[in-house]
């Protein structure tokens, strides 16, 4: 329990320049996380590192969806689509007060944290349910809109 066994870099020593794909690949798996890749030209150099992942069974297969679905063991016919979770008064309070704070201009995790009076952990789950409830998107950098 707690203990897992050492596995050398994944970096396969033939090949010429860094892989991007090996290191995620190595973050991934540092996190306990599952690894995918998908395959690649074996002509093309830029695919070396996501198709030795494949050959050394460091990485599972990926050619689509279906295939995270497999491995994550999720059923994606029982997923809730955005939007359909409930009303307005199935909300937390806390996600009704993030809402409030939020409009059409995207804004920072911290931005809305300085202006409410919610812990960072208090924050961070009423904008998941806003954003499963399809209320509010997530952008790149962690930028909050309202839908």
Same mark, same amino acid.
């Given at each position: 329990p707690g203990h897992r066994e050492h596995r050398p870099p994944l970096r396969p020593p033939r090949l010429r320049r860094v892989q991007g794909s090996l290191y995620t690949a190595e973050a991934g798996r540092a996190q306990g996380r599952p690894v995918f890749?998908?395959?690649?030209?074996? !002509?093309?150099?830029?695919?070396?590192?996501?198709?030795?992942?494949? +050959?050394?069974?460091?990485?599972?297969?990926?050619?689509? $969806?279906?295939d995270v679905w497999r491995v994550l063991k999720v059923d994606p016919q029982a997923a809730v689509p955005p939007g359909t979770m409930g009303s307005w008064e199935d909300l937390s309070a806390e996600a009704k007060g993030a809402?409030?704070? %939020?409009? +059409?201009?995207? !804004?920072?995790?911290?931005?809305?944290?300085?202006?409410? =009076?919610?812990? $960072?952990? *208090?924050?961070?789950? *009423?904008?998941?349910?806003?954003? %499963? =409830?399809? %209320?509010?998107?997530?952008?790149?950098? +962690?930028?909050?809109? +309202?839908?």
């Open positions: 890749a998908m395959p690649g030209d074996v !002509r093309q150099e830029e695919a070396a590192g996501c198709n030795a992942l494949l +050959r050394d069974g460091e990485a599972a297969v990926c050619l689509g $969806p279906d809402f409030a704070m %939020l409009d +059409r201009v995207p !804004r920072s995790f911290d931005e809305v944290l300085v202006g409410s =009076t919610f812990s $960072p952990a *208090a924050l961070a789950s *009423a904008l998941v349910e806003l954003e %499963l =409830t399809g %209320l509010v998107i997530q952008h790149p950098g +962690r930028l909050y809109e +309202r839908i």
